[in-house]
Every structure is written in structure tokens, then in C-alpha cells.
């Protein structure tokens, strides 16, 4: 299987502090998407990042990508508790025609 | 909002009922997608439309049948449902670039479904 693995499943902090996620992928690919969700609701498209990228930011948001280890990791930095939710890493993998989704970690932000 | 729709939001429906999900997009995107979200499992891809083609069919079983009149409504047709089928059904739709591998989705709020 082509698909991203989030690490780790499961993720509880405090307000202001930071929330590292990571993802890891077995085949070469083109792209990789990060996902948000909320409690029974749709994912939500938070930031892509193509395989010949290294770093990307979006406010409070920092992905990196090493295509050399397959992995990705996603920085929500100074959380609130509004980040509360289900990340998915969704890997756009060579070869194959759609996207693939992890399991996805829980994040809970406390106040 | 992501600019896609999803009609109902919930349903419970007996194992010998027929009814339909609804999925809209007018964000010009060319393809739709429908995915089940069971707990505690990947999404899981069931049906992709291209160009109102459909593309995947990720061995879903023949009581899901899916419709795509035009680019902008994908349905998902349900009868004789199994309990195991409750789910969160997701539609989905993008605009693809083969030049530039998948772009990002947009997904509806979701079906809550319930079979009894």
C-alpha cells in the first residue's frame, strides 16, 4: 500500500504550545496534502507540497517534506483550541491515479 | 463553507430501503469523488468521476451505484444495505491537472448514515 501513516495517533497539548504531526509514505510521489477535520464534519485542505519542495508555510502552519526518508511533517505552531481535530496526510503517489488517506492523528488543544 | 453540498446530512434507512446521496459543486472542478469513513479506518476511496467519466471503482459492492449526470452532481444510489455499511459518506471534487499530479480536494460536510 501507497499510503501515508500519521504519527502519532493520537496528540494532547496545552493552548500556546506547539503540535508536531508527522506522515510516512512507502512509493515516490508527486505532491502531499495535509487535511484537517473536525468532529463528523468534511476534511478541510489545509496545504500541499510538491516533491521537489522541502518547506512550506501557511500561517501558523509549517510542512516539511524528505522525499529521501518519505516523510512529512506537519507544525501547527502557538495551537489554539480551535485546532482541535483530525489531521490526514493524503499522498499523491507516481503511478497511481488518486489520493491516498492515512488514519489520521487526534489533536486536542486544551485552554 | 467549501462550496460542496451534501444532501442529507443524516439518514437512517432500513436493509430493504432505497434511497440517494447528493453531492453538488459549482466550483468548476472537473472531478468528483464519493468516500466512506468508518471508524477508526483510512477514508476510504469508493468512486471517482472524471469529465463525468467514472475512472475508479474501488471494489465497492453493487448495492452502491453511482450517478454523474454532469460535472457539477454525483449521486450515490443505495439499496439492500448491510449494517456495516454506516458511515460517514464524503463527496469530494477537484480541479485535475495531469501536468501537475492531484490537486487539492474540497469535501462536502458528509452523510451520517445509518442502517438498521
Known amino acids: 500500500s501507497q499510503q501515508g501513516e500519521e504519527d502519532p495517533q493520537a496528540l494532547s497539548i496545552q493552548e500556546g504550545e506547539n503540535a508536531t504531526m508527522n506522515c510516512s509514505y512507502k512509493?515516490?510521489?508527486?505532491?502531499l496534502q495535509w487535511y484537517r477535520q473536525n468532529s463528523g464534519r468534511g476534511l478541510v485542505h489545509l496545504i500541499l507540497?510538491?516533491?521537489?519542495?522541502r518547506e512550506k508555510h501557511s500561517g501558523r502552519l509549517r510542512v516539511t517534506l524528505d522525499t529521501s526518508k518519505k516523510s512529512s511533517s506537519l507544525l501547527i505552531t502557538a495551537s489554539r483550541a480551535a485546532d482541535t481535530a483530525s489531521y490526514f496526510c493524503?499522498?499523491?503517489?507516481?503511478?497511481?491515479?488518486?489520493?491516498?488517506f492515512g488514519k489520521g492523528t487526534m489533536l486536542l488543544v486544551s485552554p | 463553507e467549501t462550496g460542496v453540498t451534501q444532501t442529507p446530512r443524516h439518514l437512517v434507512m432500513g436493509m430493504t430501503n432505497k434511497k440517494s446521496l447528493k453531492c453538488e459543486q459549482h466550483?468548476?472542478?472537473?472531478?468528483m469523488y464519493w468516500y466512506k469513513q468508518s471508524a477508526k479506518k483510512p477514508l476510504e476511496l469508493m468512486f471517482v468521476?472524471?469529465?463525468?467519466?467514472?475512472?475508479e471503482n474501488n471494489s465497492v459492492p453493487s448495492r452502491f451505484s453511482p450517478e454523474c449526470p454532469n460535472s457539477s452532481h454525483l449521486f450515490l444510489h443505495l439499496h439492500t444495505l448491510q449494517p456495516e455499511d454506516s458511515a460517514l459518506y464524503l463527496c469530494?471534487?477537484?480541479?485535475?491537472?495531469?501536468?501537475?499530479?492531484?490537486?487539492?480536494?474540497?469535501f462536502g460536510p458528509g452523510t451520517r448514515l445509518t442502517v438498521l
Open positions: 468521476y472524471n469529465f463525468k467519466e467514472q475512472t
Open positions: 507540497i510538491r516533491s521537489n519542495e
Open positions: 512509493t515516490s510521489i508527486n505532491n
Open positions: 493524503a499522498t499523491d503517489a507516481r503511478g497511481y491515479s488518486t489520493l491516498t
Open positions: 469530494a471534487s477537484s480541479l485535475e491537472d495531469r501536468d501537475r499530479g492531484r490537486n487539492e480536494q474540497f
Open positions: 466550483l468548476g472542478h472537473n472531478a
